[in-house]
């Protein structure tokens, strides 16, 4: 059953309502089911499954690697720049190198897999067209389907 048979057999009457029906019901457009509401729900959701597929898979679009190389080079950077100052004042170079390694790891476990945030754009593929197949395959049998003779010398 479909949002739109669903949405005929609101229309119809056929079908009721959660909850009361106010007066004024007629004068407004009539609310959505509650079918209609957990089916569009589920579609926008992803559950456990889904997501643990999406990661195993590797998948991310191109828009995505572009996000996650940016976000990962502008947080390593600013941790750099952050890490350098804190540690110039504090005369330890040792905390630069705690900056940049804490974003390095942090940046790591967020744009090394393929979250679903990295994938909302993508790659709409087209089908494949189907080639001719060759009709010389049956008159390369007919010349040549023989041995080949070996002069004797």
Known sequence: MSIVDLWEMLRSGSMDFVGPKPPWRFFLPPPVPV?????????????????????RSGSMDFVG???????????????????????????????????????TMFVTAVCLPSWPWWNR?????????EEPKPKEAKEDKKKGGGKKDKKKE
């Open 35 to 55: 079918v209609v509401v957990v089916a569009l729900r589920s579609s926008r959701t992803m559950s456990i499954v889904d997501l643990w597929e999406m990661l």
């Open 65 to 103: 690697q572009k996000q996650a190389f940016d976000f990962q080079y502008y947080i390593i950077w600013i941790a750099g720049i952050i890490g350098f100052i804190y540690g110039f004042i504090q005369q330890r170079f040792l905390y630069t190198f705690y900056f940049i390694f804490g974003a």
């Open 121 to 129: 754009n993508p790659v709409k593929w087209l089908e494949p067209k």
